[in-house]
């Protein structure tokens, strides 16, 4: 490689040379500054992807300068000082679209500009730097090795307290860093309790911890902590975050995006936690339980993982989404950038988008039926199951969905480059009960209870209109002649119903044949009758709104509707009159409701999807990909994520892109130390929380103060020598608001909080409705997570926030409670100070903030129509709006 | 008025050289620097955050950007055609003009989200209302818009626009320049912002007023939070989320509780010293407390004399809402606010939204709209003003030159209208065309980013240069500016 360095010396020295003579020449040379700075990564940005580590299309490299001489099929590309000669120019700047670089949609001409910045430094002799290396091979990446696990670095003793800090404590001493000590114990309750539970300790709480006298109180405390079932509440919301949880919306009460009552994923996700499910199990559950469990309602609830991508309109942003976020979640790559195109930076192929989109290709999703709920609207399941097993995937060419490429059906697979085995697609037989939903014990009787329940009402209301017409009740009323078919009709299906659910029993084994055929021989009679009503009551409305009708137009209409109607009503009574036959069923009692599409574009719902006795495997065979300990991404992009969650900075900068793309690990060993003891542990989350809250590391203090040199070595802090203090998420700052108040309101799961309720309801924040349209301003205001994608949350300081804290019912309803709480276990004045600085700031006041403290409730109390009370709630209100209360410090 | 210097301060820097360097820098700039810091970004030269100075030199300082929710009708606004009136009844397949449903014309660049509406309709409607020619460019402006109509010498007309998204998410590609199906981006109103900051340090710099009905109120998304606009409410005793207690407590209290605060703060600081994030709160807090006063000052219209407010009409009931809402736009743009998003009319997916009863739709929102608008045109130039200022009146889409049942229109992508004024853009032109019919732009195409890119450029803002790493935008999302319309 010395060659090339040679002749760019040479080059420049041509060119000082001949600056000398001809001084023309050397206005607008350039010099490898130059090149770096501007020439190259325009390169990089559009040329690299196909003339680079990655792709060399025309056997082209042009990664360096040597690489670009060298050449390719066609021969060198540049000519040192002499752009006219040099075919790169001649490509980038072809007017001619089959002829010019980089080709139409690969990526966007140079600029006139541009061109003449190549053009100088090419004419200057293509200055390069002093041994340019050229880019690395793909196949090399960090992300893509396996994960080894390494030894645990011999680090200083007295500082460490696990391998964590061994790691860190290796580049310390590398870099001269010296750790900053440890926080205050106070600080450190206030920080366990925020970061495992999301809540700060109470009085109580605090008062037990700093009494244990024991040298292990700490990991009491968190073990205390990891124990205690606000913790998978906490840490519910972190996952939801990166899983993308978002309830419903749609247009009135017409389901668009996500499901109804996917807060049955969201409780499932908390109770995982609080189990400790093992994080592959998780992923496991979530992918395909209803392939892996068919038979597990809790499992199912998984499955709203995938079910919360259902969009009605069009099926491919519905898996477009489905296959990006399970790439950048589970595994940190960017998959969405090769839907159009094969990737600029990773070795993935177009057609890789498509061979994990097919992964996907056959599931739809339903609602299952809850015991004792048959109302879709109330109640159910969101799952998801697979329902178009011979649906084929094709590659859309440029991604558009109107160029399917129909010639090549493609298969599921994995990128090459992560097919560390075969993959094994098994196609699963479904036991009855999945797909025949009403065998299930439940289903029938939660149909009747809904029978009776629509007749109660239509009786109510019914009821209700007889009562008010007395006043005036000489006229025939359309109201009440309506409201009477609903009851009637509300008890033919409620008898339907009872005689359906009475034939389902009896098909069961071990009844007899004969009762068998007689009890389905009344449900058929039970359904005609039915329809014989609903036949009999449309005859009636039409003939209500024939009365009604004005004018010539409408009259027309409501007689031709009328005489539509009363054909309806010749047939049932045609049907009803005849025997039942001896094969003749009805229509069962079905226990799950497809959620319906509209890809079709006809305006209404397309033909339902029944539910087919197997499924593809796909999922599954995803899944166990994903989690297989061999995958080099899953463990490092969790450990990341918990990382990051408990430190405030994680290993990998770019959380979602472990793409050559992405940022480097700033301590690739302690990455793959945690990975492997995540998967060593049985994939326990615990474990790694353990393990990070009971460093050193995570247990220094914040403050910089004393720190000038590892401030001078390490500004930025990346070799973490001190905690990075973050702000509270939303969720956070509001539930603390309402725990300190002693309102917060402890109830665990269930339907999400409706917006309108939200502003008086004391549930914990992660129990509100949240979707892309309906998110609480109060939350918002603190960078809430956005519904759509949020692998990591903004810290943002903006005046609103101010306001809020200022402003908001929420705090100043609370500030007068958590002041009467506090002088309820001290009357003195400092006192109350010093334990208001504890409860609500986490730190012992000085003498200095007692005395300002002092002086600012004198001059509240001085203030006309005031109180005592008022004066402390005052106070309350200025540590609420402390910086320290929003930081974790 | 405040000295109009650049503010750059209230916001965090998460990192202590971000903070140390910040003197110079735009808030929303600033807080996205320290994002992308925090990301491993801008260590390697090759990215730093906007400075607040355009990059070439600006024409226009503030934008109000007038949006009729809904869709308005092309026909029967700034864009006349005679011949719907000529065949209305007929199919369009039955009139000269069957070419404009050739399929390959219709095929969406990308594809579109059907329901209910958003479907092309075949039968011809006749227009709804007459036409004039206006002003000494003679301008064909609808009758509905009669106080506008003697302004048209101030507009540049641009009727050849089309978009791709043919439900009501195109209020969201206006405003984000993608179809929804590409996901979420920044608003034009955020990159403004993000770009130049702010003149004044006691507002919010970026302002919405009016609903936005049905998309997403995030702006910044990947600029950042502090990108995004600040919804106002014209209402003096309660014009911002959160500006005044929502409980007992008053003013007086809280102005001891400030100066408390701030003391315990700097005492905190002796422990932690030179802690960014602090730094920032405290400034942030010091911004809040002034708009408190501030906000309410510039919507309290006492100052303003009657005759003003005759012009923006704020003295008839029928034009009264959206008068004040213009009205305070002036307001806002006098204290150096740059970006100032006025939305007309809330209700389903907007006002204008006519599927049906289109006459009395249109003829009802545009007495709401219109006055008000000829006012802030006549005031904005009266006072000196215009020049400044790029005053932009746009919707989601226009609507089918067919009839949606008896007396309606359906959406509308294809082409439509969009008019600008003020800000170094000629007055009394107008730019591109669609066919006899009004289906298609046919000359001058102009996709929604083109709007952006002519106000960025009137700006002195290269959308280029505002790029952010790791976050490559297309060529489509920054547009081509329309220069025909420049002066």
Known sequence: ???????????????????????????????????????????????????????????????????????????????????????????????????????????????????????????????????????????????????????????????????????????????????????????????????????????????????????????????????????????????????????????????????????????????????????????????????????????????????????????????????EHVSKGFLGLTMNCVKCHDHKYDPFEQADFYRMRAFFEPY?????????????????????????????????????????????????????????????????????????????????????????????????????????????????????????????????????????????????????????????????????????????????????????????????????????????????????????????????????????????????????????????????????????????????????????????????????????????????????????????????????????????????????????????????????????????????????????????????????????????SKRRSLYFFHSDDKRNLFLTSFDEALPAECYRREQSIVPQQALALSNSKLVLDAVGQIATRLSEQTTDEDGFLRQAFVVILGFEPTEREIAASREVLRTWRRLPDTSEERARANLVWALINHNDFVTIR | MEERTMNHDATYGSTRRTFLSRAGMGFASLALGAMLHRDGYGSDGHWSPPTGEPHFPAKAKSVIWLFMNGGVSHMESFDPKPMLTKYGGKTIAETPFAETQNPEKLALARAAVPDANGQQRNKLFPLQVGFRRHGASGIEVSDWFPNLAKQVDKLAVVRSMWTTDSNHAAQREFHQGRNRIDGYFPTLGAWVHYGLGSLNDNLPQYISVGTRPIWNKKDGLYLGPANDAVPLRIDPDNPLDYSRPQGTFSRKEQSIGKDYIDKLNALRGERYPDDDAMAARIKSYELAFRMQTSVPDVVDFTQESEETKTLYGIDRKECEDFGTKLLAARRFVEQGVRFIQVQHGGGGAGAWDAHSGLKKNHAKNALAVDRPIAGLLADLAQRGLLDETLVVFASEFGRTPGSQGSDGRDHHVYGFSVWMAGGGIKGGVVHGKTDEIGFHAVEDRHYVTDIHATILKQLGLDSRKLEIPGRKRLVIDHGQPIDAIIA
Not at chain 1, 212 to 221: F, G, N, P
Not at chain 1, 460 to 478: E, I, Y
Request: with cysteine; net charge negative; charged share 30%.
């Open chain 1, 364 to 760: 739809h999703v339903r609602l299952d039926m809850v015991p004792g709920e048959a109302d879709y609207e109330r109640d159910g399941v969101p799952r998801v199951f697979d329902a178009q097993l011979e649906m084929p995937t094709y590659l859309f060419v440029r991604g558009q969905e109107t160029r399917p490429d129909t010639s090549t059906p493609i298969e599921p697979g994995v990128p090459d480059i992560l097919a560390f085995d075969e993959l094994e697609i098994e196609p699963v037989a479904l036991p009855t009960r999945a797909w025949k939903t009403e065998l299930r014990p439940w289903t029938a009787a939660a149909h009747v209870t809904l029978a009776e329940r629509d007749l109660a009402a239509a009786e109510r209301s019914l009821r209700n209109l007889v009562n008010k017409q007395k006043k005036d009740s000489h006229k025939p009323d359309a109201k009440i002649e309506r409201a009477t078919w609903k009851v009637k009709e509300a008890e033919a299906r409620l008898a339907s119903v009872r005689l359906r659910a009475a034939a389902s029993k009896a098909a069961r084994p071990g009844v007899d044949a004969m009762a068998m055929i007689a009890t389905r021989a009344e449900a058929v009679r039970g359904e005609r009758a039915l329809e014989l009503v609903k036949r009999q009551a449309a005859v009636a409305a039409k003939q209500l709104s024939l009365d009604q009708a004005k004018g010539d137009e409408r009259n027309a209409k409501a007689k031709k509707e009328l005489a539509s109607a009363t054909k309806a009503l010749r047939d049932a009574e045609e049907t009803a009159s005849k025997p039942v036959l001896l094969e003749e069923t009805f229509t069962p009692l079905e226990g799950a409701k497809w959620a319906t599409t509209r890809f079709l574009h006809t305006g209404r719902d397309d033909p339902p999807i029944t539910f087919p006795a197997h499924s593809s495997g796909r999922r599954t065979a995803l899944a166990r990909w994903i989690t297989d300990r061999r995958h080099p991404l899953t463990a490092r992009v969790a450990a990341n994520q918990l990382w990051m969650r408990h430190m405030g900075e994680p290993l990998v900068a770019d959380v979602f892109d472990f793409g050559r793309k992405g940022s480097q690990p700033t301590h690739p060993k302690l990455l793959d130390w945690l990975a492997s003891e995540l998967m060593e542990h049985g994939w326990s989350m615990r474990h790694l929380h353990r393990l990070i809250v009971t460093s050193a590391a995570y247990r220094m203090s914040s403050s910089l103060a004393g720190a000038e040199s590892n401030l001078a070595a390490d500004p930025d802090n990346h070799y973490w020598w001190r905690r990075t203090p973050g702000r509270l998420e939303s969720q956070v700052i509001r539930d603390s608001v309402l725990a300190l108040a002693g309102t917060l309101d402890p109830t665990m799961g269930g339907p999400s909080v409706p917006p309108k309720s939200q502003e008086n």
């Open chain 1, 1 to 323: 490689m010395t060659q090339p360095a040679t002749r760019c010396r040479w080059s420049m020295l041509l060119i000082l040379t001949l600056g000398a003579f001809f001084p023309g020449i050397g206005k607008g040379a350039s010099n490898p500054t130059d090149y770096l700075s501007g020439v190259k990564p325009l390169l990089r940005e559009r040329c690299f992807s196909c003339h680079g580590a990655l792709k060399q299309e025309g056997g082209l490299r042009l990664d360096t300068v040597a690489l670009m001489i060298q050449g390719g099929d066609s021969g060198a590309t540049i000519v040192p000082g002499d752009a006219r000669e040099s075919y790169l120019l001649a490509r980038l700047a072809a007017n001619d679209l089959d002829e010019r670089m980089p080709p139409e949609h690969e990526g966007e001409p140079f600029t006139a500009k541009q061109l003449a910045m190549v053009r100088t430094w090419i004419d200057s002799g293509a200055p390069a730097p002093e041994g340019e290396e050229p880019e690395a091979d793909p196949e090399d990446h960090w992300s893509f090795q396996p994960v080894v696990r390494p030894d645990v670095p011999l680090g200083e003793v007295a500082w460490r307290r696990n391998p964590i800090d061994a790691f860190l404590s290796h580049r310390h001493q590398e870099l001269g860093l010296v750790p900053q000590p440890e926080a205050p114990r106070l600080l450190q309750v206030r920080r366990l309790y925020l970061d495992l539970v999301g809540l700060p300790p109470s009085a109580e709480e605090i008062e037990r911890v700093v009494n244990d006298r024991s040298a292990m109180w700490y990991e009491h405390l968190v073990d205390r902590l990891l124990e205690d079932p606000r913790h998978g509440e906490r840490w519910a919301r972190h996952w939801m975050d990166v899983w993308r949880y978002s309830d419903w919306w749609g247009y009135r009460d017409i389901l668009r995006n996500s499901q109804k009552h996917l807060w049955h994923w969201r409780d499932w996700i908390v109770e995982s936690l609080n189990r400790d499910l093992p994080y592959d199990e998780m992923i496991r559950q979530m992918l395909a339980a209803d392939e892996l469990y068919p038979e597990d309602a809790d499992k199912l609830r998984a499955t709203g993982f995938l079910a919360r991508n259902f969009y009605i309109f069009n099926r491919n942003i519905w898996l477009e989404q489905t296959v």
